[in-house]
């Protein structure tokens, strides 16, 4: 007997809307959604993923674009990471876009999207830390009614994507300050990040967000580092720092970060990766504020 | 990138005008349009009528007692046809390059992560694979040995023993001391060969029993007589048929592959295919020796070495493979192209349960290289002396003695090397205005900042062999045939991407003025060449092609010259054309054969060489070859992240074959160093590999190899070598890392004493 066909039967679904998606899912319940593939497809070939039958969301143009809602952007979730590269992304959410320039090499920007980061939720996920930073919200497109929840609610597992849900928007706040994505890598060339940092200034809410990537299962917010910073900080005249003050804050976030464990050393590894998480966030913090 | 530049360079085989052929001329390789084209076949990419797939079980353990092994379920899977193990191997169950001392299949132990235990072959690959994973083992957990400074009092992982090779080399005199004494410790991590194309292979049964393997072999007669001897089959009953190479860095072949494919066509009577995951290959095949090196150098108050004392510890893995080699280059070599009246040397390579090493490019002398030029530095620091200046007081020149005792015979040109990297123009810093132009270490991920970068200029002189050494018997064969003015070589020697078959077509041009050349695919019915490794192709290969080319020539030229009453030597062929000296005779190539073949078949055998004896004393190599290397890095200080900006190169090469191809060769060469001392190093905490994947296993991507300038090639003709000519491939792996190293020291002050460079040892003022 062969067990050749039986393996090779795949069912492939091609959507041209959210709504025809949704539909897909719901009517097989074992499908899974695919948008670039750029993770999926690697834990396929791997052999750790066997999917009964894929629904591919690269023809949703819905979601492949951008648009502006009250002060804000609500992007789709198909929006490739090269697509958030380009300069007109860029002069609107700049570490986002510096994050998605980050995320390796063309050929996966060309077609690893925002979505499927998003629901990966890798620690090294690029998009993340500026999300968490800039206190992004998901719409979630399901069976039942849309639903919009944090992004951290998602990343953390709080409130998970339910079955037959897809994400379909990212609702982002415009803050038209400066803002920084730094990511250190271990090589020159793409590569995951050993540690990010996004910063972003809001200078209506006269608050300085920070949020440190690959360091945890889920992008960290030193909260504390947050407000001290954003308490020294001439909101109303020239909002520059000096750089001790600058210094003072990337021990402070690597600290809360990486903290020390009671009793113990912190292994050689910790001591470097909170070295960098520090210079990094100084960094950050003083080219946001130069 | 890479510039030629300097004096007795290159490019004017490129201006001459018309399609480049013969010696010295950039002729392309015959491969590059189906490369690129993605059609020239690979194992991977090969189909039979009716196959299987195979799959092989692995040891997820890095040392452990097998107790039991239970098929019977995997063995009744649907489409399952048939599941080998110790049990069906019918003839030797041990094997080896140079030591027979690594089983087919596990039978009662496994001594490190990874290896085979069983083989099934089935109808689908994923069946195969289920197949595998649900043959029942059932082990006893060992404590892995994975300190190699353990393995010397550990019990034995092997009836072998722990100790593959001892070599204590005594040259001069023990009580020697300088003025100047410096101490290091050096390590070297495990560098992964990384080809591009994991391992695969197709085996077909034959009618008469035998068996044919279709695999990426870069030594077939060898591969070849391990095959039938693990089959029991006559070695002309096994037949391996090499297919497109993708990627070769050494012995390219895992056996752990080969052997269950070939059991397994023979077992079923189908043609059974195999193609590792990424996994397997990172677990599958040798790796770079991971080395621990301490040095004492004694020196003058001058800088003139007096003593180079060293321990030199190679952890081989579990099995032997080709240690015993690697350790000999490390001893022999172990001072490095200095000239040093008293050297003595411990140099071990011990067996532990971490994953296999065996020969990878520039073996034993790469980890010593980082070692006596990490010494060099701290010489130089502790004498007020410049880098490049100590190094200059020391070189080694032809008439030399080298540790071992050999005389240094052909040309050892190291100080007019390290004179062309030293003189040569350093890079321009980046235009300090324009920080979007400046490609900061740590990437284009933006993290890098101008304010925190150092610069750093460093040096390496490195030496490699040529040719197995320690009386290995060398030698190569092949067969030139001409025919309605063409020309076609027979040779078993395997092109890996090295560019011996481009070497081939050249060599024929040159001698028979035939511009259409062919080189055959290789297999084992033809002669023997030996393995693709060391430069041996370019000398043995190489040097057996030009006299099979010059017998043809003769038989040729032979007949005209009688017939017009002069000698052979007084007629010239080009462009298809033969011509007397004087004008007078003037035919074509076509006309003169007349319809005939001419075919003639040579061998080359270069001297012998002696093994090392017991002080590490004898006349081991054949051929020497040297490099200098002048690094520029930049270093982000708080990061610890480095960019190497430029290494500029001067090498030994005899003669320039190919100039393109040896730029090629030199680039290849210096970013696989580049890897080494930045990021590659295979971690296997407790003995089990971890992150076994191109993402795990960071290689150096176009932005982090660096602009390779080539600024000094020396055409000093090796009069042993066919054309003059020395192996370009292994001396810049060999010397890339530690001048990186030395580079990175300068930029940073810090002592740089382990590979790859690790972010903390680059730092400068770490904060507390
Ligand atoms: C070589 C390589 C390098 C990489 N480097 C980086 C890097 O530097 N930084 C980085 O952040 N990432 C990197 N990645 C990971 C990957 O490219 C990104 O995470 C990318 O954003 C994933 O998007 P995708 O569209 O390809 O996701 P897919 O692979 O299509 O999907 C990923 C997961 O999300 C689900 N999904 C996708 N879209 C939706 C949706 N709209 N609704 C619900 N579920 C959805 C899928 O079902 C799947 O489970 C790399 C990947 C590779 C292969």
Same mark, same amino acid.
């Given at each position: 007997m062969?067990t050749?066909?039986?393996? +090779?039967?795949?069912?492939? +679904?091609?959507?041209?809307?959210?709504?025809? $998606?949704v539909?897909?899912?719901a009517a097989m319940p074992?499908?899974?959604?695919?948008?670039?593939g750029?993770d999926l497809?690697? &834990?396929?070939n791997?052999g750790?993923?066997r999917?009964?039958?894929l629904?591919?969301?690269g023809r949703?143009a819905?979601?492949?674009g951008?648009?502006?809602?009250?002060?804000?952007?609500?992007?789709?979730?198909?929006?490739t990471?090269? *697509?958030?590269?380009?300069?007109d992304?860029?002069?609107?959410?700049p $570490?986002?876009?510096?994050?998605a320039?980050?995320?390796?090499?063309?050929?996966i920007?060309?077609?690893?999207t925002?979505g499927?980061?998003?629901?990966?939720a890798?620690?090294?996920?690029?998009?993340?830390?500026v999300? $968490?930073?800039?206190?992004? &919200?998901?719409?979630?497109a399901g069976?039942?009614?849309d639903?919009?929840?944090?992004?951290?609610?998602?990343?953390?597992?709080?409130?998970?994507?339910?079955?037959g849900e897809?994400?379909a928007?990212?609702?982002i706040?415009?803050?038209? $300050?400066?803002?920084?994505?730094?990511?250190a890598?271990g090589?020159?060339?793409p590569?995951?990040?050993?540690?990010s940092v996004?910063?972003?200034?809001?200078?209506?809410?006269?608050?300085?967000?920070?949020?440190?990537?690959?360091?945890?299962?889920?992008p960290?917010?030193?909260l504390?580092?947050?407000q001290?910073?954003?308490?020294l900080i001439d909101?109303?005249?020239?909002?520059?720092?000096?750089?001790?003050a600058?210094?003072?804050?990337?021990?402070?976030?690597?600290?809360a970060?990486?903290?020390?464990?009671?009793?113990?050393?912190?292994?050689?590894?910790?001591?470097q990766? *909170?070295r960098?998480?520090?210079?990094l966030?100084?960094?950050?913090?003083g *080219?946001a504020?130069? | 990138?890479?510039?030629i530049?300097g004096p007795?360079a290159?490019?004017?085989?490129?201006?001459g005008?018309?399609?480049?052929?013969?010696?010295?001329?950039s002729?392309?390789s015959?491969d590059?349009?189906a490369?690129?084209q993605?059609?020239?076949?690979?194992?991977?990419?090969l189909?039979?009528?009716?196959?299987?797939?195979?799959?092989?079980l692995? @040891?997820?353990?890095?040392?452990?007692?097998i107790v039991?092994i239970?098929t019977?379920?995997?063995?009744?899977m649907?489409?399952? %046809?048939?599941?080998v193990t110790?049990?069906d #191997?019918?003839?030797?169950?041990m094997?080896?390059? %140079?030591?027979a001392?690594? =089983?087919v299949f596990a039978?009662?132990?496994?001594?490190?992560h990874?290896e085979p235990?069983a083989?099934?072959a089935?109808?689908? =690959?994923?069946?195969?694979?289920?197949?595998?994973?649900a043959?029942?083992?059932?082990?006893?957990v060992?404590?892995?040995?994975?300190?190699?400074e353990?393995?010397?009092?550990?019990?034995?992982l092997?009836p072998?023993?722990?100790?593959?090779r001892?070599i204590?080399?005594?040259?001069?005199?023990?009580?020697?001391v300088?003025?100047?004494i410096?101490?290091?410790?050096?390590r070297v991590?495990r560098?992964d060969p990384?080809p591009?194309?994991?391992?695969a292979?197709l085996a077909?049964p034959?009618?008469?029993?035998?068996?044919?393997?279709?695999v990426a072999s870069?030594?077939?007669?060898a591969?070849?007589?391990?095959a039938?001897?693990?089959?029991?089959?006559?070695?002309?009953?096994?037949?391996?048929?090499?297919t497109?190479v993708?990627?070769?860095l050494?012995?390219?072949?895992d056996?752990?592959i080969?052997?269950?494919?070939?059991?397994? /066509?023979?077992?079923?009577g189908?043609?059974?295919?195999f193609? /590792?995951?990424?996994e397997?290959?990172f677990?599958?095949?040798?790796h770079?020796?991971p080395?621990?090196l301490?040095?004492r150098?004694?020196?003058?108050?001058?800088?003139r070495l007096?003593k180079?004392?060293a321990?030199i510890?190679?952890?081989?893995?579990a099995y032997?493979d080709?240690?015993s080699?690697?350790?000999?280059?490390?001893?022999?070599?172990?001072?490095?192209?200095?000239v040093v009246p008293h050297v003595f040397v411990?140099?071990?390579?011990v067996?532990?349960?971490? =994953?296999?090493s065996?020969h990878?490019?520039?073996e034993?002398?790469?980890?010593v290289?980082?070692?006596?030029?990490?010494?060099?530095?701290?010489?130089a620091?502790?004498?007020?002396l410049?880098? !490049?200046e100590?190094?200059?007081?020391? #070189?080694?020149a032809t008439g030399d003695?080298l540790?071992?005792?050999q005389?240094?015979?052909?040309?050892?040109?190291?100080?007019?090397l390290?004179k062309?990297v030293?003189d040569?123009d350093?890079?321009?810093l980046?235009?300090g205005?324009d920080? @979007?132009?400046?490609?900061?270490?740590g990437?284009t991920?933006?993290a890098?900042?101008?304010g925190?970068v150092?610069?750093?200029?460093?040096?390496?002189?490195?030496m490699?062999?040529v040719?197995?050494?320690?009386?290995?018997?060398?030698?190569?064969?092949a067969?030139?045939r001409?025919?309605d003015?063409r020309?076609?070589?027979?040779?078993?020697?395997?092109e890996?991407g090295?560019?011996?078959t481009?070497l081939a077509?050249q060599?024929?041009?040159e001698?028979?003025?035939?511009e259409?050349?062919r080189?055959?695919?290789?297999?084992t019915?033809?002669?023997?060449?030996?393995p693709a490794? %060391?430069?041996r192709?370019t000398?043995v290969?190489?040097?057996?092609?030009?006299?099979?080319a010059?017998?043809?020539?003769?038989?040729?030229?032979q007949?005209?010259a009688?017939?017009f009453?002069?000698s052979?030597?007084?007629?010239?062929i080009?462009?298809?054309?033969?011509?007397s000296?004087d004008?007078v005779l @003037?035919?074509?190539?076509a006309?003169?054969l007349?319809?005939?073949e001419?075919w003639a078949?040579?061998?080359?055998?270069p001297?012998?060489?002696?093994?090392?004896?017991?002080?590490?004393?004898?006349? !081991?190599?054949?051929?020497?070859?040297?490099?200098?290397?002048r690094?520029?890095?930049?270093?982000?200080?708080?990061?610890g992240?480095?960019?190497?900006?430029e290494?500029a190169?001067?090498?030994?090469v005899?003669?320039?074959?190919?100039?393109?191809?040896l730029?090629?060769?030199?680039?290849?060469?210096?970013?696989?160093?580049?890897?080494?001392?930045?990021?590659?190093d295979?971690?296997?905490p407790?003995g089990? #590999?971890?992150r076994?994947?191109?993402?795990?296993?960071?290689?150096?991507t176009a932005?982090?190899?660096p602009?390779?300038r080539?600024?000094?090639?020396?055409?000093?003709?090796?009069v042993?070598?066919?054309?003059?000519?020395?192996?370009?491939?292994?001396?810049? #792996?060999v010397?890339a =890392?530690?001048a990186?190293a030395?580079?990175?020291?300068?930029a940073?002050?810090?002592?740089v004493?382990?590979?790859?460079i690790?972010?903390?040892?680059?730092?400068?003022?770490?904060?507390?």
């Open positions: 062969s050749y066909a039986q393996q +090779t039967a795949e069912n492939v +679904t091609l959507p041209t809307s959210l709504d025809e $998606a539909a897909a899912l074992s499908a899974v959604p695919v948008a670039g750029t497809m690697v &834990s396929v791997a750790l993923l999917p009964a039958a629904v591919g969301l949703i819905e979601i492949r951008w648009q502006y809602a009250d002060g804000a952007a609500l992007l789709g979730a198909g929006l990471h090269a *697509r958030m590269g380009r300069p992304f860029a002069a609107l959410i $570490a986002l876009a510096a994050a320039r980050s995320a390796g090499p063309p050929q920007r060309n077609a690893g925002l499927g980061n998003i629901v990966s890798a620690p090294t996920g690029d998009a993340l830390p999300l $968490a930073a800039l206190e992004a &919200s998901v719409i979630l069976p039942e009614a639903r919009e929840i944090p992004v951290s609610h998602l990343l953390t597992g709080m409130d998970p994507l339910r079955p897809l994400l928007f990212v609702r706040p415009l803050l038209h $300050a400066p803002q920084t994505f730094l990511k890598t090589r020159t060339g590569g995951r990040a050993v540690a996004a910063l972003v200034v809001d200078p209506a809410r006269r608050q300085v967000r920070c949020a440190v990537g690959a360091v945890a299962q889920v960290l917010r030193p504390e580092a947050e001290w910073v954003a308490g909101w109303d005249g020239e909002r520059t720092l000096a750089p001790e600058c210094t003072a804050f990337g021990e402070y976030v690597a600290a970060c990486i903290p020390d464990q009671p009793g113990v050393e912190l292994p050689p590894a910790a001591v990766l *909170r960098t998480v520090a210079a966030s100084r960094r950050a913090l *080219r504020l130069a | 990138m890479s510039v530049d007795g290159v490019a004017e085989s490129l201006a005008g018309g399609t480049p052929h013969g010696i010295g001329s002729l392309p015959a590059a349009p490369k690129t993605g059609t020239y076949p690979y194992a991977a990419d189909w039979a009528e009716g196959l299987l797939w195979a799959a092989v692995r @040891s997820p353990y890095p040392h452990a007692r039991r239970d019977a379920e995997a063995a009744a649907p489409g399952v %046809r048939a599941v110790h049990e #191997v019918p003839g030797d169950a094997h080896g390059r %140079r030591v001392d690594r =089983p039978k009662d132990m496994v001594r490190h990874g235990i083989a099934v089935a109808d689908h =690959p994923d069946t195969a694979r289920l197949a595998a994973a043959i029942l083992v059932e082990y006893e060992l404590e892995p040995v994975t300190d190699p353990k393995a010397f009092a550990a019990e034995p092997h072998d023993g722990n100790l593959i001892h204590p080399l005594r040259f001069g005199d023990p009580d020697a300088g003025e100047v410096v101490e290091g410790l050096y991590g560098q990384a591009i194309g994991a391992e292979g077909v034959r009618p008469d029993g035998g068996v044919e393997l279709y870069t030594d077939p007669h591969d070849r007589d391990i039938a001897a693990c089959f029991g089959l006559e070695a002309d009953h096994v037949k391996v048929v090499v497109g993708p990627g070769a050494g012995d390219r072949e056996s752990g080969q052997l269950p494919l070939g059991l397994l /066509a023979l077992r079923t189908c043609p059974v295919k193609v /590792a995951t990424r397997e290959s677990l599958g095949h040798a770079r020796h080395t621990l301490r040095y150098h004694h020196a003058d108050a001058e800088g007096v180079v004392e321990q510890l190679l952890d081989a893995g032997a080709a240690s080699d690697a350790l000999a280059a490390a001893v022999a070599f172990a001072a490095g192209p200095y411990e140099g071990w390579a067996r532990t349960n971490n =994953p296999p065996g990878v490019r520039g034993g002398a790469l980890q290289c980082t070692a006596y030029e990490g010494q060099m530095d701290k010489l620091a502790k004498l007020g410049e880098p !490049a100590i190094r200059m007081r020391n #070189v080694l003695l540790p071992t005792g005389t240094v015979t052909c040309p050892a040109p190291v100080g007019e390290l062309a030293r040569a350093l890079p321009p980046p235009d205005d920080e @979007s132009q400046w490609l900061l270490p990437g991920s933006g890098g900042e101008p925190a150092r610069r750093g200029v460093g040096y390496a002189l490195g490699v062999h040719l197995g050494a320690e009386g290995t018997d060398e030698v190569s064969t067969t030139v001409v025919h003015g020309a076609t070589v027979i040779c078993a020697a395997v890996t090295q560019g011996f481009t077509r060599i024929v041009q001698v028979l003025g035939v259409d050349v080189v055959l695919p290789s297999d019915d033809q002669p023997p060449a030996g490794a %060391r430069g192709h000398w290969s190489g040097g057996a092609v030009e006299r099979a010059k017998m043809v020539r003769t038989q040729l030229l007949p005209l009688a017939k009453g002069m052979v030597e007084l007629l010239t080009a462009d298809g054309k033969i011509t000296y004008g @003037s035919t074509t190539v006309e003169t007349d319809g005939k001419l078949t040579a061998q080359c055998r001297h012998p060489t002696d093994r090392l004896d017991d002080t590490g004393q004898g006349d !081991a190599f054949v051929g020497l070859t040297f490099c200098a290397i690094a520029v890095v930049d270093v982000d200080i708080e990061l992240a480095v960019r190497v900006v290494l190169v001067a090498q030994d005899g003669r320039v074959l190919n100039p393109r191809q730029a090629a060769r030199i680039e290849a060469g210096v970013t696989q160093g580049v890897g080494l001392a930045l990021m590659e295979l971690r296997a407790r089990v #590999v971890k076994p994947s191109l993402t795990g296993y960071a290689l150096p932005l982090d190899a602009d390779v080539i600024v000094k090639l020396v055409e000093e003709r090796d042993v070598a066919p054309f003059g000519a020395k192996a370009v491939s292994a001396v810049p #792996v010397t =890392p530690a990186v030395s580079a990175v020291r300068a940073t002050g810090r002592p004493s382990r590979l790859p690790r972010p903390q040892a680059a730092i400068v003022k770490p904060q507390t």
